[in-house]
Every structure is written in C-alpha cells, then in structure tokens.
C-alpha cells in the first residue's frame, strides 16, 4: 500500500497522499496508554491512538514544534517511534517539547520502549465542543491497519484531478473500488447541528425583522389616524413639521428603548449559555447589541417619519374635518 501511495503523489495533480487508519473527523482508533520508562504504569497517560504513515502531518497541515514526523523514507527503525502532541507531552510532564524528542516511553500492556520522535502542535481532531485531547500517533507500518488513502490535490480542475486519480488508481487496483470523499464533508458533519441551527437563525431573524417593521408601520398608522385632528390643531397654532414628527418619533422610540433593555439581557444569557458547551469559543461584547439597537432605531425612524410627514405636512382644514 505504501508502494501504491507513491506511485498515487507522483501524479501531476497530487501535492501529497497519506495512509492511515483515521482521518480527523472525530474518529479514532481508540485509546493508548503510555507512560514515561522508569515511572510507575499507574500514571500512564490516556491517549487518541492514530494509526498514520509519514506523510499524515504533511498532508493535514499539522505543524512539527519539534523532532520530525518520523522519517521522510520509512524504514523499519519507525516501527519504534512515535510522534505525539503538545497536550501528550504536557501530560507526561515534559517541560517543551523539545524535551520530549528523544526520551523513551512505554504502551501499557507492552514490555519494549518507544522513542519520542516528533512532537506536533495541538490540533482539533474532534469537534470544538470538546477540549484538544492528547495524541499518540503510531506508524501504519509498526500496526499494519489502514482504511484511508487520504490525497491533497494542488489548485486547479478538481474534477479533472479526480478523474486523473481514478484512471491511476484503475491501473494500480483493477479489483479495488474507487470511492472518495471530500474532508469538509466529514467535517461538516461534526457541526451538522449548528449549521442547522445557523439556517434557522437567519430564517427566524428575518421573520421577526418583518414582523417587527410590519407592526411598527401599524402601530404608527393607527397613532396617526387617531390623531389626525390633533396634528391639524398643532399646525393651526404653529407647530411645524419637524416638531410634529419629533412628537411621534419622542412616543415610538421610548417603546424601543423598553423593548431593547429586556431583550438584550435575555440575548446574552441565551447566547452565553449556549457558548458554554464549547470547549473553544468566542467571547459575547456589545458591539452586535448595539448594532442591532441602532438597525432599529434607524428602521423605526424612517418608518415613523416617511408615515408622519405625509400628515404633517396635508392641509391643517382638512385635517379638523376628519372628526
């Protein structure tokens, strides 16, 4: 397989290919433990266990913060490396991670050492309600269990690369299906409920938006027809067009206030509640309160004006003779 996944990177539309067990869509292998030699297995450290070759931290992106991420030809030496993440070295009370290059360290339930060859930087493996968990990376060669050729294609016609590997991977594994899959895929269905929840936001938030503007547009008609022989009267004794909507704009714009100082308190509590189950998250400011105070104010200003000034500014006569 090894073989197959060089003769699969030479092609002109291939960066990279990697083999391993696990790709980075929440699923593992299952858990490893291992312990620093010469310590008590007690305190062995629970791990993710992947099972990848070397090109895995290559074609991910996975940063190296020290050592390598074992050799770049394997050779059977690789079989008693390991590379593990910032958070294993951490948990094994190494003080860098270039202290952990080098040192040796043994799997619960086995008897010879494995050598810190790499330490990676911590990386999300799972979803981001959870906490970045240790990992232990083992090579595919030392534990000969693999599922997935995982290939990074360079920029270009992604459906003529595609074809391109298909007709390769025909001539190297006539008997083998060819079936693929595209990693935002799987990643997206580690937030499938949020996304779902996203389109749903944006679908109620415009509901209410019409709804608060088609109730606003009534109110203030309602206000104004009542007070039709009202605004004559003011006209009559001279009250201006400005003044007349700033007596409307004084009524409706208290209303918002009320309504901006419940609602924004419930937001953030319904927000921050919710942030809560991530492990990794934003922190809620005032700047989208206040944007969305401002949005209103304005909408309810130019509402209640374009509505005002129509009456404001009609014959004062006509208006007494409306009772």
Known sequence: MEAYRYELAQLPEVSSVSLSWEIPDGNNGGPIQLYRQGTNPAQAVITQGLSTDNQYAQTYNISLLAGAFFTPTYTPGDSSKIVINRATATALGYKSADDAIGKQVILAGGTAPFTIYGVTSDFHFGSMHDAVKPITFLNVNYNPYYRFFSIKLKPGDAQKSIAALQHKWSALMPDAPFEYHFVDDALAQLYQTEIQLKKASYIAGLLAIVIVLLGVLGLISLSIQKRTREIGIRKVLGAS???????????????????????????????????????????ITGYPFLLSILLLTILTVVLITLQTIKAAVSNPVKSLRTE
Do not use: D, T
Request: proline fraction near 5%; aromatic fraction near 14%.
């Open 241 to 283: 067009v400005p003044g007349i909507i700033n007596l409307f704009l004084k009524e409706f714009l208290g209303v918002v206030l009320i309504a901006c100082v419940v609602s924004c308190p419930l937001a953030y509590l319904i927000m921050h509640n919710w942030l809560n189950g991530y492990a990794y998250r934003i922190n």
